[in-house]
């Protein structure tokens, strides 16, 4: 009698496990049908910029805005962390090691006179949008309208603009920070019906028709034949901390032997108490 | 007794059942993020560029030089006290960098899926092992980490989970280390957050280091890889030798203010010698700009200044490196561009 109670109670507990197991299951295969299932408070500190519900499948694309599946807007500090040296002060010149350049970039370089560019009124030549980015620098982020980005730079007192949807670029004369294309990269597969916007994903931009500038403070050039492509991540820390690593790659035939790149990394800061905004230094 | 049996049971059962649902919460998350197509294969061979972070990664940083490091007093003190001839004792030869070494060091990366043969879940990740790096095994199969009593490893010990379509990584149980081949250490009590994230042919690998013994701050630190099946990544068995003749017990080292090398970095750029003792506040923008309000960079170029990406240049401003100059004949190609990095001769 005894053994058949065991046995019993062995039973039971056994039935018990495969239920909270089926019901585990069957739950997250629930959850596993909606949203992507990240932990709760990752999701929470991807928070969409815009709130626009649907936009994939019936009615006209998203805006830049509504579509956005993470919230780049706010300040953000440049910390530097690396390259201190080329990146915190100006190197000496002919100081061009880790960029992949050739001989007339070389050339080129080897003859920057800082002084004559200030007095030319180029003193800005190293905050065009590749060198720019690499500065010490805070940055504010921030929507100009539904489909324009807005990023500013207190390093050189600088403002790029990003360009959603089906912008064209006005042409003209070369600026110092281009024409920037935007669009949001999410991965998710083409649904139908009313699915909210994805909850992850990562803005590219891809920015040409750029005066030529330093893509090192030091006179290292890159030519109005350069393109830039930027990703930009937003990670979060299970601080809560947030970072912005923004993957650069700056094609140029005129000067680069291959494509640089490299990976710049900003931290959000609570407010813009620390914006400050300074002259195009050319020394 | 018969109830504290039955109680032991129930709990052991519960246990089961607890790490049945990890690793069913695992498996449906992988399957979730599929559905979503936001899990990526980051399988495959990528190359290191070293098109940033050079000195450090390529020729090693020099002596005295924590630029950018949040890094406090007692890190500095250790790292004025080594001797880097300290590695080529035979005991030491074949301690590996820690896994912090992905963005840190120069080497290629391999990344390998184990899947689970029945439901084809991917179970674990596994960055290779290359020249002095530890292999990094990374868990996706919801398995928590060990006690913090269980042994650190140079790999650590590191679990990820998708976060749309970049991949996180936390690593504990760590040895302790070194970040900076100039002796900057990292301790075992230090964890580690990795960011995989790929975009088309890249992956940035994006690193923050948090340690409370040696850093002010957690350290961030990204590298970007570029997919290139051509590119080696070379495991090097390691066979400690006897490489300089040591009395027993010697161990090469400075004691504390007796390292003669120190100033010569800051000298070098005419950097204040205490931007070159590193620290979180010199990390900001507002140091730089009051720094560069009495900087003066030295008149021209004097270490590195051929240029170039690879891992062996010249270090010096002599020979045909300038734009006038012939190419020397084992010169890189134009520009010092190289097709990916190549392991280095040995340990440095």
């Known amino acids: 009698m005894q053994t058949l109670g065991r046995i019993l109670r062995a039973g039971a507990t056994l039935a018990a496990m495969l239920a909270m197991t089926a019901l585990t299951f069957s739950t997250l295969a629930a959850q596993g049908r909606g949203a992507a299932p990240a932990a709760p408070a990752a999701a929470a500190g991807q928070a969409r910029a815009g709130g626009a519900p649907g936009g994939r499948g019936d009615g006209p694309p998203p805006t830049g805005k509504a579509g956005a599946p993470v919230d780049l807007t706010g300040n953000w500090v440049s910390v530097i962390t690396e390259d201190w040296r080329w990146r915190m002060v100006t190197p000496p010149k002919g100081d061009y090691a880790s960029l992949p350049i050739n001989m007339d970039a070389k050339k080129a370089a080897d003859a920057w006179d800082p002084a004559k560019d200030e007095a030319a009124g180029e003193a800005c030549k190293g905050y065009g949008a590749p060198g720019l980015m690499r500065q010490p620098t805070r940055l504010r982020v921030s929507w100009q309208d539904d489909n324009t980005m807005k990023m500013e730079a207190d390093a050189g007192t600088q403002t790029r603009l990003f360009h959603f949807g089906e912008w064209k670029a006005p042409g003209g004369s070369p600026t110092l920070q281009g024409d920037t294309t935007a669009s949001w990269e999410t991965g998710a597969r083409g649904r139908g019906g009313n699915q909210p916007p994805p909850m992850f994903g990562n803005l ?8 030529p500038g330093y893509l090192r403070k030091n006179g290292v050039p890159y030519s109005d034949k350069a393109t830039l492509t930027e990703y930009w991540d937003l990670l979060r820390q299970p601080t809560g901390e947030q970072w912005l690593v923004i993957t650069t790659v700056l094609e140029d035939p005129t000067y680069l032997a291959r494509t640089w790149i490299t990976s710049l990394n900003f931290k959000k800061e609570a407010n813009g108490s620390k914006w400050d905004p300074s002259p195009c230094v050319a020394k | 007794m018969l109830k504290m049996t039955r109680t032991a049971v129930t709990i052991a059962a519960f246990a089961c059942t607890l790490a049945g649902t990890s690793h069913a919460w695992a498996q449906a998350q992988q399957a979730a993020a599929a559905l979503q197509g936001t899990a990526i294969d980051l399988s495959g061979t990528w190359a290191n560029r070293l098109h940033e972070d050079w000195i450090e990664r390529a020729p090693g940083p020099h002596i005295g030089d924590y630029t950018g490091l949040p890094i406090n007093d007692e890190a500095r003190a250790v790292a004025d006290a080594y001797q880097v001839s300290m590695q080529n004792m035979p005991e030491r030869q074949c301690i590996l960098y820690t896994s912090q070494y992905i963005v840190m060091g120069p080497q290629n990366l391999r990344i390998q899926q184990e899947l689970d043969p029945i439901s ?30 269980a042994p650190h490893t140079a790999g650590g010990f590191s679990t990820g989970t998708w976060e749309g379509r970049v991949l996180t990584v936390t690593t504990t149980h760590l040895k302790t280390g070194l970040v900076w081949r100039n002796g900057v250490p990292h301790s075992d009590q230090a964890t580690m957050v990795e960011h995989y994230a790929r975009h088309d042919n890249l992956l940035t690998v994006t690193m923050i280091l948090t340690d409370p013994v040696y850093w002010e701050e957690p350290f961030i630190r990204s590298a970007t890889f570029e997919i290139d099946p051509t590119t080696r990544v070379l495991p090097e068995p390691c066979e400690p030798q006897v490489e300089i003749p040591r009395s027993p017990g010697e161990v090469p080292h400075y004691l504390p203010g007796a390292n003669p090398y120190l100033a010569e970095f800051p000298k070098l750029f005419n950097l204040p010698a205490e931007a070159a003792r590193g620290g979180a506040k010199t990390t900001y923008p507002e140091y730089g700009k009051a720094l560069r309000s009495t900087y003066k960079s030295p008149d021209r170029c004097t ?35 190289a097709p990916a990095a190549t392991p280095p001769a040995r340990r440095e």
């Open chain 1, 204 to 211: 590219k931009t891809v920015t040409k028709n750029l005066k």
């Open chain 2, 120 to 149: 084809g879940a991917v179970v674990a990740f596994h960055m290779s092992g290359t020249v002095d790096r530890a292999p990094h095994d990374i868990w996706m199969d919801g398995r928590p980490h060990p006690s913090p009593n």
């Open chain 2, 303 to 337: 270490v590195y200044c051929c240029g170039g990406t690879t891992l062996t240049v010249m270090n010096n401003n002599q020979g045909a490196c300038r734009t006038d100059d012939p190419p020397p004949a084992n010169a890189a190609p134009a520009g010092g561009a």
